[in-house]
T-cell receptor, first 114, second 115 residues
């Protein structure tokens, strides 16, 4: 089974702090994704990566950056956390890009920015 | 504009009732994929089904069934004889060319099954 893990289930940070959310997948997947989930809005794509050291902006990249130094790990960085970044963050991975691929998700990190 | 609309925000049923979740999508492509995911209280999205636009056959998997109708741009999901374990948020999603990896999700429908 595909396993996608996220470093924290719950996180509380202060406004202005730099925040790192870590995601690791153990199935040698090429692609990794970061989403945020908000009530009434579903999931929205923040960033994704097709390969090590590669990244692509999703629909809502503002205020975020990412890092992928190793194939299995994809980090989401909030350079200066703000209260409007309080949300549920979900990481996903897929084997390769393409029509037939399915994304597999981690358990999510609930981030509260005070 | 929202590409995937799940008009039902919350549905509450009693165990053993059937429940149908609506999903309406919008695309100009002839080739696209539709997905359903389940998010139980634990938080992790669980993949349920992927359907391509050329396959309009209905699908049944145990108590789950899906009705894909291109004429109405709908991909509805029915849980038959619901159980408490079906309580979750259900998301419908769309994937289009060329960015197949960029899933467009609906807002989700929260299903509560009461014993």
């Amino acid at each position: 089974d595909v396993k996608v893990t996220q470093s924290s289930r719950y996180l509380v940070k202060r406004t202005g702090e730099k925040v790192f959310l870590e995601c690791v997948q153990d199935m040698d997947h090429e692609n990794m994704f970061w989403y945020r989930q908000d009530p009434g809005l579903g999931l929205r794509l923040i960033y994704f990566s097709y390969d090590v050291k590669m990244k692509e902006k999703g629909d809502i990249p503002e205020g975020y950056s990412v890092s992928r130094e190793k194939k299995e790990r994809f980090s989401l960085i909030l350079e200066s956390a703000s209260t409007n970044q309080t949300s549920m963050y979900l990481c996903a991975s897929s084997l390769t890009g393409g029509q037939e691929e399915t994304q597999y998700f981690g358990p999510g990190t609930r981030l509260l920015v005070l | 504009a929202q590409k995937v609309t799940q008009a039902q925000t919350e549905i509450s049923v009693v165990e053993k009732e059937d429940v149908t979740l609506d999903c309406v999508y919008e695309t100009r492509d002839t080739t696209y994929y539709l997905f359903w995911y389940k998010q139980p209280p634990s938080g992790e999205l669980v993949f349920l089904i992927r359907r391509n636009s050329f396959d309009e056959q209905n699908e049944i998997s145990g108590r789950y069934s899906w009705n894909f109708q291109k004429s109405t741009s709908s991909f509805n999901f029915t849980i038959t004889a619901s159980q408490v374990v079906d309580s979750a948020v259900y998301f419908c999603a769309l994937s289009e060319a060329p960015a197949w990896d960029k899933l467009s999700f609906g807002a989700g429908t929260t299903v509560t099954v009461r014993a």
